[in-house]
């Protein structure tokens, strides 16, 4: 199963939703690869690892100058490996656009390694450029991380555009997993009323779990730490557990479906 954490805003919570989820689905026993896909390399970094001394990561994978089992990397947790991101990757975007099969390259990648994993989840950055599309082309399902603040809904429809133009035109497979809305302050009437309209937006894919704005959460990757490591027993750690649990639960849903 492949799942790509995607929105071309940034700052909205993609990299932590992507490094803790993939941290819960490896606690729960699945194997699991996280892909970092952003030229700035913020996963692989949150995880504990010194992106300068990688000489194989996600750019020379979907270049096709490496192979992808020689540059993933353990994360030093059982059943978690992430293929680490570097900033030369934002040069793939460029490098890619005259390339052949340049939408196809992740699709590649995970052919290659998938059939390792129970879960492959890929961390884009945010734009919808050529990376983005390549990880949409290789998914089977997009989790949307929103922020609960004002605005919150602006770039969704262009978004959705992006998902459904990917389904019609290169993978019909795609779909959308669910929406998830981070940072969520239950004191402010903003975030009620952001999360309101969300759901009046998107009533079937909206998560029920909200994730808590916490220190916790921005503090846990300064010392290499998931939530689930840093303090498993917050309230923002909690809730990553449960949308874990829903995210499963929705997925085993449809393939019985
Ligand atoms: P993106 O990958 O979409 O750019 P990040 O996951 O890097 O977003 O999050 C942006 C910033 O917000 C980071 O500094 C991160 O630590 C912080 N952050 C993310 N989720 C939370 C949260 N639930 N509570 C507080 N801070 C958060
Ligand atoms: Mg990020």
């Known amino acids: 199963m492949v799942i790509a954490v995607s929105n071309q805003k940034g700052g909205v919570g993609k990299t932590t ?26 996963a692989t970094t949150s995880l504990g690892i010194a992106k300068g001394d990688l000489d194989n990561t996600t750019y020379e994978v979907l270049m096709g100058l490496s192979d992808a089992h020689d540059a993933i990397l353990n994360t030093g947790r059982e059943r978690y490996d992430i293929l680490p991101a570097g900033e030369h990757l934002a040069g793939a975007m460029i490098e890619l656009t005259s390339a052949e099969r340049r939408e196809w390259r992740m699709n590649s990648l995970v052919e290659q390694i998938g059939a390792k994993y129970d879960y492959v989840l890929i961390d884009c950055p945010p734009s ?19 922020q609960c603040e004002y605005l919150a809904l602006e770039g969704l429809a262009q978004l959705k555009g992006t998902i459904d133009r990917v389904q019609e ?11 998830v809305m981070t940072m969520y302050d239950g004191r402010t009437n903003l975030a ?19 994730i808590p704005r916490s220190v916790r959460v921005s503090e846990a990757p300064s010392y290499g730490q998931l939530i689930a490591e840093y303090d498993p027993q917050s309230r923002a750690g909690l809730a990553y557990a449960q949308l874990g649990q829903e995210m499963l639960r929705r997925i085993g849903k449809k393939v019985a479906a």
């Open 128 to 146: 919808l450029g050529l990376l983005t599309l390549n990880a949409l082309c290789a998914a089977d399902y997009v989790l949307i991380p929103l």
């Open 192 to 210: 009620q009323q952001v999360v309101e309209e969300v759901r009046r937006y998107f009533p079937q894919r909206i998560f029920n779990t909200l």
């Open 17 to 42: 939703t992507s490094v803790n989820i993939a941290g819960i689905l490896a606690q729960g026993g699945l194997q699991v690869l996280l892909v970092d896909c952003d030229p700035q390399g913020n």
């Open 169 to 179: 035109q290169f993978n019909s497979r795609l779909s959308i997993l669910g929406v």
